[in-house]
Every structure is written in structure tokens, then in C-alpha cells.
């Protein structure tokens, strides 16, 4: 996937493009089988800091790097503190480039590639202040629509 095949996605080519990744998933190459969040991996190591009331996840992205990522349950900010990246969703392909930053709207599945060596930070409420990452990803992302939708009608 390069920066000009990016085009403009539906929600069944993500899923087919997270699909055909982790069938592929080697630990070296491709990391993750869908079942969890990586967030010990080698292709895209992650950060975590904590501060009162918010957590912060700070992914660092080689040049070429993909990532899909979950579906946050909840309206944040993430901003692009150095490179370039373009991101696909369902709806919309497009380029960001450092400094920036976006307020996330809860729901949506992003593609992130890495047309450049990239910082990626998402910040999110933390209202507990648990470290415990298992917790925190339970609260804050869903791994698929079908778990995002369940959450949407619990809390409804």
C-alpha cells in the first residue's frame, strides 16, 4: 500500500485489508492476530505515559509502516508530532503531516501508513487513573464493529 494506492475506502475493504494482514502475521513483518491490541510490538513500538486522568499512547512509525488500528469508543485527540501519514477510513483517505493534530470522532477504524518515519499520539481520558492496560483498552477501544455495537446500545 503506497501513499498513491490510498483511495477512498469502504468499511469491507478495511476489514478485508486487516484480514489479509494478520493472516500473514509473522511477529517480524506483520504483528497482531486480531484478538488483542499490539502494543509491545517491533513494527510500530508504543509508549505509554500516564498523567491525572489521562492516558497517553505514542506510536512510533518507520517509514512504510501500516497500521490498523481498533475502533475508539470515545471522542479524543491525536496528533502527528513528526512525519507524514495517510489515513483511510470508510469514509475519507487523507494526508496529515507534522505538526498537526485532530479531535477523533468514536466509531471509526483508521488505516494509518507511514509515508515517513512518524510520531503518532493519541490521548485519551483516563478517569480511574488504572494503568492497567488490559482495563484501559477494554474502556476506551472495541477490536471489531460488532464489539463497538454492543458498546454503543449498552450505553444508550
Known amino acids: 500500500m503506497s501513499k498513491n494506492k490510498v483511495t477512498k475506502n469502504s468499511r469491507e475493504k478495511i476489514l478485508a485489508l486487516e484480514k489479509s494482514l494478520i493472516n ?26 500516564f498523567a491525572d486522568g489521562v492516558y497517553v499512547r505514542q506510536m512510533d512509525m ?5 497500521v490498523v488500528g481498533a475502533i475508539h469508543k470515545h471522542l479524543h485527540v491525536w496528533f502527528l508530532l513528526v512525519g507524514d501519514v495517510t489515513i483511510a477510513t470508510e469514509d475519507t483517505t487523507e494526508d496529515y503531516i507534522a505538526p498537526c493534530y485532530i ?54
Open 103 to 156: 479531535v477523533s470522532t468514536p466509531g471509526v477504524k483508521r488505516v494509518i501508513y507511514s509515508n515517513e518515519d512518524s510520531i503518532f499520539v493519541n490521548v485519551h481520558k483516563n478517569p480511574t487513573n488504572t494503568k492497567d492496560l488490559d482495563k484501559l483498552e477494554k474502556e476506551i477501544v472495541a477490536l471489531n464493529y460488532e464489539e463497538y455495537e454492543k458498546y454503543i446500545n449498552k450505553n444508550k
Open 62 to 66: 518507520k517509514k512504510d509502516t501500516v
Open 24 to 49: 500473514i502475521s509473522d511477529g517480524v513483518n506483520v504483528e497482531g492476530d486480531g484478538n488483542k491490541i499490539v502494543r509491545d510490538g517491533n513494527i510500530a513500538p508504543i509508549k505509554h505515559t
